[in-house]
């Protein structure tokens, strides 16, 4: 990966690390914080992928439901997301951490069952220590 690419990470990594944080912060309930976050994103991706859309061809029906489907699991984990970040007895910054780290450990797993790549012994030792850093992110 070149060193755009990696700005180009940290840059979603602090979008998406941040807004549960600031969710927190604002101290709206659940509800409001995953509604009006995912709103903001809906009209951002409006603004900026209209051209492009109607410049590429559709997808097949298929991968249009698959991934309409996928989008109303990711709002649903969104929503459920926005209300642990606002519950007062759950510690944000923990949770946060927790649900990026098991994010990470699943990348292989999906990737293996949807595209066969085979998950490499590297990766393997990276789920190993996902699984050691939540269990010391409990303690």
Same mark, same amino acid.
């Given at each position: 990966? +070149?060193?755009? &690419? ?10 998406? $690390? ?6 927190? =912060? ?7 914080? $995953? ?8 009209? $951002? ?7 492009? @859309? +109607? ?17 109303? &699991?990711?709002?649903?984990?969104? =929503? @459920? =997301?926005?209300?642990? &970040? ?10 946060? /951490? ?18 066969? $790549? ?12 996902? /699984? /050691?850093? @939540? ?5």
């Amino acid at each position: 990966m +070149t060193f755009t &690419v990696v700005l180009i990470a940290l840059f979603i990594a602090i979008a998406f $690390s941040s807004w549960p944080i600031v969710g927190r =912060y604002s101290q709206a309930s659940g509800a409001w914080i $995953s509604v009006l976050v995912m709103s903001g994103t809906l009209f $951002s991706i409006l603004g900026i992928a209209s051209r492009q @859309i +109607t410049a590429s061809t559709r997808p097949a029906v298929g991968a249009m439901l698959l991934l309409i489907t996928m989008g109303m &699991v990711n709002g649903l984990a969104g =929503y @459920i =997301y926005a209300v642990k &970040v606002a519950d007062q007895n759950i510690p944000t910054a923990m949770f946060v /951490i927790t649900v990026s780290v098991l994010m990470v450990m699943m990348v292989p797993f999906v990737d293996w069952l949807l595209n066969g $790549s085979v998950i490499s012994p590297k990766q393997w030792i990276g789920i190993l220590i996902a /699984i /050691i850093a @939540i269990i010391l992110i409990k303690k």
